[in-house]
Structures are given as structure tokens and as C-alpha cells.
């Protein structure tokens, strides 16, 4: 992969300056033109050798183009908040929104390279973070980022001059630090490392393109011309006419479940609880989950409850008695409703990647992710092709959660039709309940079919043994109740005992 980056490209002076004007006139024309539409972000990933003029190369980009449109981040060791959670959730707050360029040095790709470089991980950790940052690429492209990396390369040889000729000027000579030169004592083994990454990691959706660093001209003209290329492609499919499929209506039909049962419709709904055996549960639920979040293991975990449900199955009710359990500054209760203008310039699961909690925290989802699989899907939001792709999405991002250490619990409250109609009916009678009652929930009561078409796949693809799907027999509040906090408590002290 680098052998082509080490033949000596280089661009006369007169070559590169007769070609500047026209090279920078079109980018800030592309860059207009894309600001302008806010349709999708770009996102552009700089690694390489040390010395190879990454940084200078940004810069002068960011001089050729209108640099209030270009977020730039340097990332180096994770800090102690960021350790805290996935690795991943240092890039996720971080994306660019739509009409914006972000540029990441130190992206996700280094920290795998440099820990097996240095022997921390073997080849296959680095291959499975590999196969992760694959699939997280793929899912930022398949919500419309353009994706561009850059990896600037030197030979052994040349890496050593540079780093000579930066050392020994007065205005360069900070550049280059200890870690640079341990680098390079270790350059043929960051060499391997580096090209199994870039191999497994170059993509149709985001391919890697290897510059010959050791010519400033060659490589400034060789990225400018690159990213002027890419914009202009992406640019040109928004003017292309789209084709639009026929709608086909047509009544929601089940997937045949693997047991030949209907999911929802099998549950008992009739589940109660006595006043007498609703306080006897409740009180020994809420003092086992209370003692278990204030365990010195738990600094080492988090919780990550999602609720969702039948509009009026009491997801408010269960929700506000799992908090009154916790200490109020343990815990963070996320209410989502449509998505804003900002969170609607990101990828769908941004709005949910910013609220992870810390270690030791509680975050509470008032309905959650499993809205593209959900309303989303039924009520024709969004595409076909991306509901289905989200299955695995959420899959891939529940894992990273486990692995950080959360306990992912995530509740399905279900009510009958006759239940949820006498519980709108008092909403609309009772003063201080009439806010609750709208007429979405109404018109969402005409879909109920296709809703319970969509949380049996739901559940059938995201219910794993890591993230399991509890569903919560509703009719009865207390009963729903009382079931929420014992699965909660029982699934971190699980964790716990770990």
C-alpha cells in the first residue's frame, strides 16, 4: 500500500503556483455550494508519519477555504471523562453537523495502530477494533457524510531527514518531541501495524488515500484536488433527479415469530398486585437498587435504562419511581420527543451518544434510539433500507456500552386497546392529566397493528444477552412498576457480582 507513496513525487515551484489560483477558486466555489445546501457533513481523517506535513498541509487548506465552515480537532490521550465512557464517545460529540467539514487528527483509527505497536493489543484486537471503525464509517456514510482520509507517508530514510531538518530550525524545532523519535525507532513495526489498518479499514464508503509527504507542493495539491473531486461528485447527485418508488399500500403483516406465537399479544396482561404485596415488593426493590448504586463496584458501571411502550402504559409513572429510588445527583432523565434542527444535522444517533453517562451515573431514556425502528419505520420517516440497517447499528452500539461497563436495560411497557382507551378518555376529563393526551396519540391508536408488527422484530433483532428486552405486562401501574425496579436491580447486582 505504501510502496508508490515512497517513489519521490514531486511539483515544480512554477507548476504548483501556476496551479494554486484555479485549485483554490474551485474549492471555495465547492465549499459555497455546499454550505449553502447543509445536506450533508464532511468528514476528513489526517494520519500518517510523524513529519510527513499533516499539519501544515490543514493549514494551508484551512487558508484556501473559508476556515469558519472547517471544525478542526486534535485529539490526543483520551482524557479522564472520556475514559470514562466508550471509546468511541470521544468521536461521536465531536462529528461535524450537515454544511460543516471536520477535521480529525488523531482520529479513530490511532489509538488501535500505536496500543498494537507498542505490543499493548495483538493482531486480532487491532482487527476487531478494525472491523468496529468499519462499521461505524459505514453507518456515518449511509446517513450521508462524505468520508475522506488522508494518510501521509515518508519513507524510513526521508522520515529521519525531516525529522533532522525540524530539530535543528529555531521556529520548528517544538514540533518534533520524544514521542517522535520513539516512533521512529519503531518504524518498521508501525509500518506493518499501519498498512493491516488501512487495509481492513479502506472502504467504498471510505477509502484511504496514501500521500507522498516528503513535497509540500506535491501534497498540498494532491489533498486540495482530492477533497475538490470528492465535494464536486456528491455536490452533482443533489441536482440528479430522484426516483421516487410507487407506494404500495398494503395491511401490516407479522413476521412469523420463531415459536409461532405473536410477541405482544402473548403476554398475560391480567398481571396485578394486591396493595399489601405492591408495598411489600416495591419497598424490597427499591431498597436493594438503592443500596447497589451506592456500592464502591458500581464506580466501575453506569446504567442505561431506555423505556418505550404504548402511548398511556405509564412508561412517565415507572420512570418517575425509578428516580424517586436515587439520589438526584446520580441520575439524568433524557425526554425525547421530534429532533431538533441541530440534532437533525447529525447522524440519527448522535442525539443519544451525547447523553451517555459517566461511570457511576444513571441515565433514564424517556422513549430512545428505537425510534428509527419504531415510529419512525411506521410512520414513514424514514427510508426502508435505513430502519432495516438500524437493527445492527443499535446492536453495534449497545456492545460498545456493555463492554464500557454499562448495565443496559431496556423496558417495553404493553397495555391492551381497551386499557389505553380508558386511560385517553380520563387524560381528557382529568385537568391536570389533559396535557398527556394529544392527538398524535390518537391518530398512533389507528396504527396499533403496524406498531405491534414493529416492536416483534424489534425485539426479535436487538433482545441480545448482553442488552435483553424486558416486557412489562402494563394494565396493572403497580405491577409494571414493581417489575421495572426488580429487573433493574436484579441486572446490576448481576453486574455487580461479575
Known amino acids: 500500500m505504501f510502496e508508490s507513496a515512497e517513489i519521490g513525487h514531486s511539483v515544480a515551484d512554477e507548476v504548483y503556483k501556476e496551479n494554486v489560483p484555479t485549485l483554490r477558486e474551485a474549492l471555495l466555489a465547492a465549499q459555497f455550494d455546499f454550505t449553502t445546501a447543509k445536506k450533508f457533513p464532511v468528514i476528513v481523517i489526517v494520519g500518517g508519519v510523524d513529519g510527513a506535513g499533516k499539519g501544515e498541509t490543514v493549514n494551508l487548506l484551512s487558508e484556501w477555504m473559508d476556515a469558519r465552515h472547517i471544525q478542526t480537532r486534535a485529539l490526543g490521550e483520551p482524557t479522564t471523562e472520556e475514559l470514562d465512557r466508550p471509546t468511541m464517545w470521544r468521536f461521536w460529540r465531536q462529528l461535524p453537523p450537515k454544511g460543516k467539514i471536520g477535521v480529525f487528527f488523531g482520529a479513530w483509527h490511532t489509538q488501535p495502530i500505536l496500543r498494537r505497536a507498542y505490543g499493548e493489543i495483538g493482531n486480532a484486537e487491532l482487527d476487531h477494533a478494525c472491523d468496529e471503525i468499519v462499521r461505524f464509517e459505514r453507518m456515518l456514510a449511509a446517513e450521508g457524510a462524505l468520508i475522506l482520509k488522508f494518510w501521509f507517508h515518508l519513507s524510513k530514510k526521508r522520515q529521519k531527514k525531516r525529522l533532522k531538518s ?24 508501525f509500518r506493518e501495524v499501519s498498512e493491516r489498518a488501512l487495509r481492513r479499514t479502506s472502504t467504498a464508503e471510505a477509502p484511504w488515500v496514501v500521500v507522498e509527504g516528503t513535497d509540500p507542493n506535491y501534497r498540498y495539491l494532491t489533498v486540495g484536488q482530492a477533497i475538490l473531486d470528492a465535494l464536486k461528485r456528491r455536490l452533482a447527485t443533489l441536482d440528479a433527479p430522484k426516483v421516487t418508488p410507487p407506494v404500495i399500500a398494503a395491511e401490516p403483516v407479522a413476521a412469523p415469530a420463531v415459536d409461532g406465537n405473536h410477541l405482544l399479544r402473548s403476554l398475560d396482561l391480567n398481571k396485578s398486585l394486591s396493595p399489601e404485596e405492591y408495598d411489600e415488593r416495591l419497598t424490597a426493590a427499591e431498597r436493594k437498587l438503592s443500596l447497589l448504586s451506592r456500592h464502591k463496584r458500581f464506580r466501575k458501571h453506569s446504567v442505561i435504562a ?183 436491580a436484579d441486572r446490576l447486582e448481576a453486574a455487580l457480582d461479575r
Not at 521556529?171 to 517522535?180: A, G, H, I
Not at 443496559?408 to 396535557?435: C, N, P
Open 306 to 488: 431506555a423505556f418505550e411502550g404504548s402511548d398511556a402504559a405509564g412508561k412517565g409513572g415507572a420512570i418517575r419511581r425509578l428516580a424517586a429510588t436515587l439520589d438526584a445527583r446520580q441520575y439524568s432523565i433524557v425526554p425525547i420527543a421530534a429532533p431538533t434542527e441541530e440534532e437533525r444535522a447529525q447522524p440519527y444517533l448522535w442525539r443519544f451518544w451525547r447523553h451517555i453517562p459517566g461511570k457511576g451515573r444513571f441515565t433514564i431514556y424517556d422513549r430512545s434510539w428505537y425510534g428509527r425502528v419504531l415510529v419512525e419505520r411506521v410512520e414513514g420517516f424514514c427510508g426502508e433500507a435505513d430502519w432495516r440497517r438500524a437493527y445492527e447499528e443499535i446492536n453495534d452500539f449497545e456492545e460498545q456500552l456493555v463492554r464500557n461497563g454499562a448495565v443496559v436495560s431496556k423496558f417495553w411497557l404493553q397495555i391492551d386497546k381497551e386499557t389505553q382507551l380508558a386511560r385517553f378518555q380520563e387524560r381528557e376529563q382529568t385537568g391536570f392529566k389533559h396535557y398527556k393526551i394529544t392527538a398524535e396519540d390518537w391518530r398512533n391508536r389507528d396504527k396499533w397493528d403496524a406498531y405491534e408488527v414493529a416492536v416483534g422484530e424489534m425485539v426479535d433483532r436487538t433482545s441480545t444477552e448482553i442488552a435483553p428486552w424486558t416486557l412489562v405486562e402494563a394494565n396493572d401501574k403497580h405491577y409494571a412498576r414493581v417489575k421495572v425496579l426488580e429487573t433493574l
Open 166 to 189: 525540524l530539530a535543528k530550525d529555531k521556529k520548528t524545532r517544538w514540533r518534533v518531541t520524544k514521542t517522535d523519535w520513539k516512533h521512529f525507532e519503531l518504524y518498521d513495526t
